[in-house]
């Protein structure tokens, strides 16, 4: 946390925070309790002046813990910090506004809580990172997310917007059809381009920016059952935000296009864009909203879904899998050819199903005996197709790196295979495809996957400059933390190392700062990677041998869950503080980094500066007792 930590240590020095509040903490003073400051933007109470001195503080008892109440001169309500847990640590934090709670939050060691009350909303914000930013919403209005909607363009933060999306778990739980999955995925992951869009066509705007009201039409609910929807569907056709722009001293809107109502919050699933005063009023088409398709195409769609109800599951064998996607690109290509190039719209959703069509016919062909070439003769057909009628990209590119991509895995997968031949082959054609298509979808694919290989062959200086050039293209992309994350890692010899997080099984918090003026091992480890278990048994040699000398071993867990990390450790025990954070090799431990591969070994100094990133663990011993002298 930041302001509301700081102000913490401010305070802690009345054991206000971490004593035992109903017995051991002396009484904190108005001024002590209003050092504090809400970590988020909300109006509350706050007396000045003289009026501090008439505010009166009392000891309350809640249903756990205790904590402190702030009165002001007139007995109104101002402050209440307590204990929710019986800890003795102070951990949920309460402002008023004429004696009315607006604001409170909660701290925790698994995530921080943001809540908005009364007259200020009913918004509910998750920090599951503890960095005083929003990840996710567990509760807004409509009205409210389109105020976060405008902040995020104020300052150009698409993280902020982001929050505000429903998720990959959100849609899949929606269980809508085929079609209208696809088209929902697929305006998803064009929000990024558009956002940066928008922003370049707005300019600047000031933090003065006044948000005035949001104007919807009454919502729209299609019931479950109709068109194939499995539970009601309610959600905003279109929604507009009108706005005071303080630079111009007009009043503007965005669009937010369509808000979708997900329990108690509302999501959107595309990026703003500005209003075109010219522009006719839309109609929303009720098919988008249930899912209806075409008398013609609904006997496909039906064929569709009852092929996906009985898709093999991962444990099937290649030839199910391989039998299965050519039927599914089967029905995918005859739908595609319902649409009409000569029309936009159609042509559009064309290509939204013909990319499903590659990723099929891409699965079908890494399932294949090596001598069946049904499936890579069909991709490499399409392919030349699409390049015949839209060169420049589209659906077309898709194919292209689909099929290269599935040409290398093959190539890769052959017993007698030269890999170092390969992968230099392999470099050259993706350079080639970034090129060729810098603004294609699998663009960042491509670039990461530079930045990768290029490191797994000595180039480093070549993954950075790849790295760097995803970073500038792809700003807001999902790629984007773990490219920022590498070009960290690969300049980080000689800096100070930044590594915090929740200790795996207890919830403790960590951070490498509390071990400087010792060496320390950074070891990155997960259960699936088949070497930690025989590098634990050197670790643990290690530490038993120069602990003493003040050696200090930090393993960071990229597991997707810490039950699969415990659950490897009671058979593979391992010395050291074990770090971790759900969500594998996506976690924030891994991005901070760029952590891709496993096992990574850190040696960092006593002056907490990384002497090597790239220290084998061969060689750890020689370079620990070369560090402690």
């Known amino acids: 946390m930041a302001k509301a930590r700081t102000g913490a240590a401010v305070v802690a020095s009345c054991a ?17 309790m209003l050092k504090f400051r809400p970590k988020q933007d909300v109006v509350f ?58 604001y409170r939050e909660i701290y925790s060691d698994k995530g921080d809580q943001y809540r908005w009350l009364n007259s200020a909303g009913m918004k509910w914000g998750i920090d599951a990172n503890r960095d005083g930013k929003i990840d996710n919403w567990r509760m807004i209005s409509a009205e409210e ?28 739980a929606l269980e809508l059809p085929a079609a209208e999955f696809a088209r929902v995925r697929d305006v998803q992951k064009g929000s990024p ?93 009720p098919e988008r909203l ?20 009985v898709q093999p599951s991962q444990a099937s064998a290649p030839a199910d899998m391989a039998k299965y996607n050519l039927s599914r690109a089967d029905i995918l290509e005859q739908i595609a050819a319902s649409f009409k190039l000569d029309k936009a719209e159609d042509k559009e959703q064309r290509e939204q199903w013909l990319k499903q069509v590659a990723d099929c016919l891409a699965a079908a062909a890494q399932n294949s005996d090596k001598d069946n070439k049904v499936a890579i003769t069909r991709l490499t057909a399409w392919k030349e197709k699409l390049l015949k009628e839209q060169p420049s990209g589209g659906a077309a ?12 895995s093959t190539k890769l997968s052959e017993p007698k295979a030269d890999v170092s031949k390969l992968q230099k082959d392999w470099l050259e054609r993706l350079a080639k495809f970034v090129q060729d298509y810098p603004k294609a979808d699998d663009a960042p694919d491509g ?49 100070e190392i930044a590594l915090t997080g929740s200790v795996l099984g207890g919830g403790a918090s960590f951070d490498i700062k509390t071990l400087k003026g010792k060496v320390v091992a950074v070891y990155y480890w997960a259960s699936w990677n088949q070497q930690c278990a025989q590098d634990f048994t050197k670790l643990k040699a290690l530490q038993t041998s120069l602990g003493a000398k003040g050696l200090e071993i930090v393993c960071v867990n ?42 990574t070994l850190f040696l960092v100094g006593k002056d907490g500066k990384v002497i090597s990133r790239t220290v084998q663990i061969n060689a750890l011993e020689d370079e620990v007792n070369k560090a402690m002298k």
């Open 447 to 495: 670039l990461m996957q530079l930045g990768m290989i290029s490191e797994l062959v000595g180039e480093e200086e070549k993954a950075k400059k790849w790295y760097e050039l995803l970073l500038k293209d792809f700003p807001s992309h999902t790629h984007a933390a773990m490219a920022r994350g590498a070009v960290s890692r690969l300049t980080l010899d000689g800096k």
């Open 193 to 285: 381009a558009k956002f940066q869009q928008t922003l370049a066509k707005l300019g600047s705007l000031g933090d003065k920016v006044r948000w005035i009201h949001l104007e919807t039409p009454a919502p729209q609910c299609a019931p479950a059952e109709a068109n194939g929807l499995k539970q009601d569907l309610v959600k905003y056709a279109q929604a507009t935000v009108t706005y005071l722009n303080d630079g111009t001293g007009k009043t503007e809107e965005l669009q937010l296009g369509e808000v979708f109502q997900i329990g108690s919050a509302w999501r959107l699933i595309d990026a703003p864009t500005p209003a075109d005063p010219n522009a006719p009023e839309k109609v929303d088409d």
């Open 16 to 32: 206000l925070l971490y004593g035992a509040l109903a017995q051991a903490a002396p009484q904190p003073s108005a001024a002590d």
């Open 558 to 599: 990229l597991d997707n869950t810490g039950a699969e990390a415990t659950a490897f450790l009671q058979k593979s025990p391992a010395p050291g503080t074990h770090v971790h954070e759900d969500g594998g090799l996506n976690s924030k431990l891994a991005e901070t980094y760029g952590i891709r591969v496993l096992p």
């Open 145 to 172: 997310v389109s105020q976060e909607v405008l902040q995020a363009v104020v300052k150009k933060d698409f993280a902020r917007l982001q929050a505000l999306m429903m998720t990959e778990a959100e849609l899949k």
């Open 397 to 408: 590119s898709h194919f292209v790196f689909t099929e290269m991509s599935v040409d290398y």
């Open 290 to 309: 249930t899912g209806t398709v075409s008398k013609e195409l609904q006997p496909l769609m039906d064929k569709l879904e009852k092929l996906d109800k």
């Open 45 to 102: 109470s706050t007396p000045t002046g003289g009026d501090i001195d008439a505010c009166k503080i009392e000891l309350i008892k809640m249903q756990r813990g205790s904590g402190w109440l702030m009165r002001d001169g007139k007995g109104q309500v101002l402050r209440r910090f307590f204990d929710t847990t019986g800890s003795g640590k102070t951990d949920a934090w309460c402002y008023y506004l004429n004696g009315v709670e607006v």
